[in-house]
């Protein structure tokens, strides 16, 4: 109710309303001059902040024995080093040598001058003595006496061996020439079929019949004992081609066509069916498995017993995950573990973790509503204790410990009252007991641990907060010492404005949605600025920062004169299951409903936020989103830049849409596609397209030009002759800011071309 009051002029009665909602301030609608001024501050900004925090990141070089490390600082914005060293046992901080001395060693040794404030010491190792350091300088090795200060050339580092993860290696199809674990027989492929030969050169066996030049044999695991041979029979499956032009080759009158193998959401895969091999007695048979028709041949995991392998299975449609044992004598499979759901299984974060010695593994699943780790009994086929649990989820497995039986692990979300995003450390047990806690600052953190992981440097930081780095035992987290503070001091007299967390409630009216503001350094209360928000709704993710970063393309945006706003809505990963389903065959919601009731709310708490004018952009899942939001949401977003955006589900990539879009492909990729529903476009539209992009087919971006064109809808198209998957690159930058400057502040930019 509005209470009346009355004043009296001259005998006439007024009422006065006390408590009515509050007038919106006038709009921020400035002289074009004041424009070209923004533009010159927010350049200055740009360059202002560059190198202005110093100290941010810690580095260590352990010694041999643990007992110390060394790290570099830069110091300035001029790029002065220091190196200091972190005795362990002392708790001490000191200089880890004499740079000055260093520096005239090295004129010395290499023959021309070196700045003792800018030693360029790469790749810096301990010698095996722990005493001796290990460096390169102009691309040469040298190994430093830091008791004699005395230089030496060392022999170049050894490099060590790129280890493919299960998942890449398989997809490249293995290894076809093979040599048994006990180094007697060497296993290949020939015509189709599987061969082996002794070492010793003796005659080449025959083990397989059913292979021909077009469905050849594939792939080769020995068992541990050399006794027996996994393989797969192949259908090969042609990856068909998507094409491009590049239209301004050097040197030439005429566009070059560029073409390259990429699979679309419905194409067939290769498959694969599954065989054993006994290669003594020269008999293989096949096992009693469907075809493995998805994400190719898998990772094999051999038994204690030699007999017995483990393969995970997930099916197409990311709907049944499976993890089989196969009797390599028999052929017999047996099902470990079977995991189904309605909506979807994150293939790429499920977690496995063989232990062949006690017949375990751990496994990760989102079973119980979050995401959690488990130890299953592989004999049993059960599981055997769940090992974390509660409304938050495991982030990364660190590390196993088999003999003391515990888990390393990051989490996020245990913390109540904390943003649910933050990264911290923990360390359990299989059977889910004795849970200790590595960091508990109110921030988000990054570990890395010592050699013999008794220590571990714990490096945290929020969005406005520079990092700190501590270190810790690893035995109960205690803390040992505080090793480097960020020095933000230089970044604060610019005067720039660090970016505000603000939280609001999804649609549910219940769940958090977390964000973040960017203003203009400069900016006057009393009028109302227009919004622009930053979007990839990727559901692969979270994507709103939460560590350190002295500036930002937001932050750059904001300066001419624009509230910069960033936030992860439902449909993105890192929170529950049931957050994260909302995406299940439905990327054009983009969590759109907590979006705009995210930035309403932010216009309540600040009147200086108008949502009559609200812009938005966004890359690649993001241009789909930015696009979608004009689309779909036109009350509310009244312009948009979209770039290099899959806008129809269909013509991106097989991996990435089927696992969220689903298959086999329904009415509803059409149905949300941005090139079905260009007809409804309102409001004020920049595409940006590199022609040579090969994440995302440029025709995915041309096909929206051309359905807009059909319906006679105004937009603005840039194409970037040569360029890749990418936002535009600067000059892509720069007409984004103009676009927005012109459609949100109704001012021409700067004209360029005087």
Sequence with gaps: MFKSYFVLFIGLSIPLLVNAQKSPLPQYLPAREQVLKSYAQAASMDSAVINTVFKTDVKAIWKPDGSGFIFKNVMSKDGCIEFIYIDVKSKSKTNAFDSGRLAEALT?????????TKLRLNGIIYAKDGKNLLFQVDNQWLEFDPLRYSLSKAMDREKKPVIMGEFEYWRRGGRRDNLSPDKKWIAFIKEGNIFVKPVDGSAESRLSIHGTKEKPFDGLKWSPDSKHIISYLSDPKEIKKV????????????????????????????????????????????????????????????????????????????????????????????????????TFIYEQRTYTHYLPDTDEMLWSSEKDGW???????????????????????????????RSKREVWFSASGINQGEDPYYIHHYRIGFNGKNLITLNTARATH??????????????????????????????????????????????????????????????????????????????????????????????QDSF??????????????????????????????????????????????????????????????????????????????????????????PEFYTAGVSACGCHDNRVDKQWWNEQWMGFPIGPHYEQQSNVTNARK??????????????????????????????????????????????????????????????????????????
């Design 108 to 116: 010395s040794f290499i023959g021309k001058p070196f700045d003792a």
């Design 243 to 342: 094409y491009y032009l590049l239209t301004s080759q050097p040197n030439t009158t005429r566009a070059e066509l560029k073409s390259h193998d990429y699979a679309q959401p419905g194409e067939e895969f290769t498959s694969y069916e599954m065989h054993t091999f006994d290669v003594l007695k020269k008999r293989g048979l096949r096992v009693k498995v469907g075809k493995i028709d998805f994400l190719g041949m898998p990772q094999l995991h051999w038994e204690k017993d030699g007999r017995h392998v483990l393969y995970a299975k997930t099916d197409r449609g990311h709907q049944r995950y499976r993890v089989i044992e196969v009797d390599a004598f028999t052929g017999e499979t047996r099902t470990i573990i079977d995991e189904k759901t309605s």
């Design 371 to 401: 995401r959690h780790l488990y130890l299953v009994d592989t004999k049993a086929g059960k599981v055997k204790s769940q090992i974390t649990k509660g409304n938050w989820i495991v982030r990364t497995v660190d590390s196993v410990d």
């Design 446 to 539: 990054q570990v890395t641990y010592s050699p013999d992981s008794k220590y571990y440097l714990d490096t945290y930081s929020t969005i406005s907060t520079a990092p700190i780095t501590e270190l810790h035992r690893t035995t109960d987290g205690s803390l040992v010492m505080e090793v480097e503070r960020a020095d933000m001091s230089a970044l604060t007299a610019t005067g720039m404005k660090l970016p505000e967390v603000f939280v609001s409630k999804a649609r549910d009216g219940k769940t958090d949605i977390w964000g973040i503001l960017c203003r203009p350094s400069q900016y006057d209360s009393l009028k109302s600025y227009p919004v622009i928000e930053y979007i990839y709704a990727g559901p």
């Design 544 to 633: 709103v920062p939460k560590n350190f970063r002295s500036y930002s393309e937001m932050q750059s945006i904001a300066e001419l004169g624009f509230m910069v706003v960033m936030m992860d809505g439902m449909g993105t990963a890192n929170r529950s299951k049931a957050f994260h389903d909302t995406c299940w065959k439905n990327l054009a919601d983009g969590g759109f409903p907590d979006r705009i009731l995210w930035i309403k709310a932010l216009a309540a708490k600040y009147d200086y936020i108008d949502t009559k004018r609200v812009g938005i952009y966004g890359t690649s899942a993001g241009g789909q989103n930015s696009l979608g939001a004009l689309l779909f949401h």
């Design 681 to 754: 476009l309102k409001g004020k539209l920049l595409l940006i397209v590199g022609e040579a992009d090969t994440n995302v087919p440029p025709e995915s971006t041309y096909r929206v030009a051309d359905a807009l064109i059909k319906a006679n809808k105004n937009f603005e198209l840039l194409t970037v002759p040569g360029m890749g998957h990418s936002d535009g690159g600067p000059y892509g930058r720069r007409k984004l800011r103009d676009f927005f400057v012109k459609s949100l502040l109704q001012v021409d930019p700067p004209d360029r071309n005087q």
